[in-house]
């Protein structure tokens, strides 16, 4: 079984500020991880994805997430809000990179303020 | 070239009605889903075909009925709209093997309004 369960539907940062999401996952097998970001009618594009290598994966436009098993966490962080960063995000869980599923959460949706 | 494209975009139709909603890939991929988002913006999988193959069937109600005649194509026939069908409905797909396994690829939603 998997879950992932991002705490804050709605998180606002002025310009310039950190970003910071955050995912915790629940899976009965080491998981691999994602997050997408999906801007307004649009389809969801990947950011970044843990595969079991580096704890510390770094993503697209700036955006990295470290994995810590101790505490099933999957947070998502930017050290510097841009505008173009206002968006939907979510983070997902699959059990295996083959022909399986990918679970997602909620989502969070990030409001830039200028 | 579009990646994973869906047809049409929007589709607005009446309660009892039948409609599809076709999706291609040009990826070479080999699993395609498809999505159900709804108005708050949940992602809820319905459906997975791996190598034209139906492997993950959720709870949907039977009036969905997925088709896929080749790798490259995922087709999404539903029976007797009812309001609460009223979603975005994403195709993705995704690699079996290599370094972006695993990864989903999206289509850009197709909007489905029953009135």
């Known amino acids: 079984a998997q879950s992932v369960t991002q705490l804050g539907s709605h998180v606002s940062v002025s310009e310039g500020a950190l970003v910071l999401l955050r995912c915790n996952y629940s899976?009965?097998?080491?998981?691999?991880l994602f997050w997408y970001v999906q801007y307004p009618n649009q389809g969801l594009q990947l950011l970044l994805k843990?595969?079991?290598?580096?704890?510390l994966v770094k993503g697209i436009n700036g955006f990295e997430a470290e994995f810590k098993k101790s505490e099933t966490s999957f947070h998502l962080t930017k050290p510097s809000a841009h505008m173009s960063d206002a968006a939907e995000y979510f983070c997902a869980v699959r059990l295996n990179t083959n022909a399986g599923k990918s679970t997602f959460g909620d989502g969070t949706t990030l409001t830039v303020k200028p | 070239d579009t990646a994973v494209s869906q047809t049409p975009k929007y589709l607005v139709t009446q309660m009892g009605n039948d409609k599809s909603i076709k999706c291609e890939q040009n990826l070479g991929h080999d699993t395609m889903y498809w999505y159900k988002q709804d108005s708050k913006k949940f992602l809820k999988i319905m459906f997975s075909?791996?190598?034209?193959?139906?492997?993950i069937n959720e709870t949907v109600p039977n009036r969905f009925s997925p088709k896929s005649p080749d790798k490259a194509h995922l087709n999404l026939h539903i029976n007797s709209l009812e309001l609460g069908d009223s979603a975005v409905y994403f195709c993705?797909?995704?690699?079996?093997?290599?370094?972006?396994?695993?990864?989903?690829?999206f289509g850009e939603g197709s909007r489905l309004t029953v009135l």
């Open positions: 075909y791996n190598n034209k193959e139906l492997i």
């Open positions: 993705a797909s995704s690699r079996n093997g290599g370094n972006r396994a695993g990864e989903l690829f």
């Open positions: 899976s009965s097998v080491p998981p691999y």
């Open positions: 843990y595969t079991s290598a580096a704890t």
